[in-house]
């Protein structure tokens, strides 16, 4: 067995590295303002940001958002429906596209 103290720690690739700088100035800004106090709660925005982290493909921003949530009351039945909403979003977005093409093709495979 190998010596598990020489285990090398992966380097982070930083993020943001192709992003200038102004733009990330605008960009954090924006952010910020987005979860200043509003209409919505913060417990609210975080769940609304999981399902948009999922839509998004965003690992980072998921991990971030469940953090956060828990971090603002949310419970894992919250945190679960929010999951459950982006899938019935995500498989009628699937059925919307064949419905599209559906039409285009004036193909109907079943009536």
């Given at each position: 067995m190998g010596d598990s103290s020489k285990v090398q720690k992966q380097e982070v690739w930083p993020s943001?590295?192709?992003?200038?700088d102004r733009m990330?100035?605008?960009?954090?800004?924006?952010?910020?303002?987005?979860?200043?106090?509003?209409?919505?709660d913060r417990k609210t925005k975080?769940?609304?940001?999981?399902?948009?982290s999922?839509?998004?493909?965003?690992?980072?921003c998921l991990k971030g958002h469940i953090e956060k949530a828990l971090q603002y009351g949310a419970?894992?039945?919250e945190i679960s429906e929010s999951i459950a909403i982006t899938m019935?979003?995500?498989a009628a977005s699937v059925v919307d596209q064949t419905d599209i093409?559906?039409?285009?093709?004036?193909?109907?495979?079943?009536?």
């Open positions: 943001y590295t192709m992003v200038e990330k100035r605008i960009y954090f800004q924006f952010y910020k303002e987005t979860y200043k106090t509003s209409a919505i975080e769940l609304i940001a999981i399902a948009a999922l839509g998004f493909k965003c690992h980072g419970t894992p039945e019935g979003v995500a093409i559906s039409e285009e093709l004036q193909l109907k495979l079943f009536e």
